[in-house]
């Protein structure tokens, strides 16, 4: 997979939120995006899913243009801020009526998925009753668990404890093994530094710079 942004520019209510952004992403390599609040790493990653359009410019997947060929990417899985659940179902039969909506997986593929980011796949309380890291867990299961060819997250080690990033981060690179395409984005520049393969620095809506992650420091 290849994902080319060509110049994209993009205002809401008069204040521009992307400015000029030119980049392209592919498989199986991990892209963490850091910047401050209000930086435009979310709006990116918005349009890179097509839950907004560009003023000018373009997004395009494998040669598709979003709004245009197609209206999101064909196989990804996301987590945009705050993640959200049916309250009083639990966790295993959220994610199962998301999985019923696409059909591509069973109850077997569901169940590996919460185990796999440290959830009890049997566990009986109601999403309700979840700490806010168990809610962060289950968003990252709801993510991975149709094995896309595109990963973008939001903020994923939000919420979560040291065991809890540990897991994530054990997940994340497995993920990029098997060739996935991963985007994250996150203020804690730690999270960037220890994943990412291409760091990518944003402010005032503009990418200011991108490194290997060889280079350990970004300017």
């Not at 030119?22 to 899913?49: A, D, V």
């Not at 987590?79 to 994610?95: K, R, S």
Request: net charge negative.
């Amino acid at each position: 997979m290849i994902i080319k942004l060509d110049n994209i520019e993009k205002s809401i209510k008069g204040n521009q939120v992307l400015n000029q952004v030119s980049f392209e992403f592919e498989s199986g390599k991990i892209y963490g995006i850091y910047g401050r609040n209000g930086s435009g790493k979310t709006m990116l990653m918005r349009m890179i899913l097509g839950l907004i359009h560009s003023d000018h410019g373009s997004v395009t997947i494998d040669g598709k243009i979003i709004g245009k060929d197609i209206d999101f990417p064909e196989s990804v899985g996301a987590m945009i801020e705050n993640p959200g659940f049916f309250p009083y179902a639990t966790g295993y039969e959220n994610l199962k009526m998301l999985a019923d909506i696409k059909g591509k997986i069973d109850e077997n593929d569901i169940r590996e998925a919460i185990q796999k980011v440290g959830l009890d796949d049997q566990e009986k309380r109601v999403v309700a009753k979840y700490s806010m890291g168990m809610k962060q867990r289950l968003a990252i299961a709801q993510a991975i668990m149709e094995k896309p060819d595109l990963l973008v997250l939001d903020e994923p080690t939000n919420a979560l404890d040291q065991e809890g990033v540990d897991v994530f981060r054990k997940i994340i690179q497995s993920e990029a093994k098997r060739g996935t395409l991963i985007i994250i984005s996150s203020h804690n520049k730690e999270d960037i530094d220890i994943l990412s393969d291409i760091k990518i620095r944003m402010e005032s809506g503009k990418i200011v710079d991108y490194a290997d992650n060889s280079q350990r420091e970004v300017s």
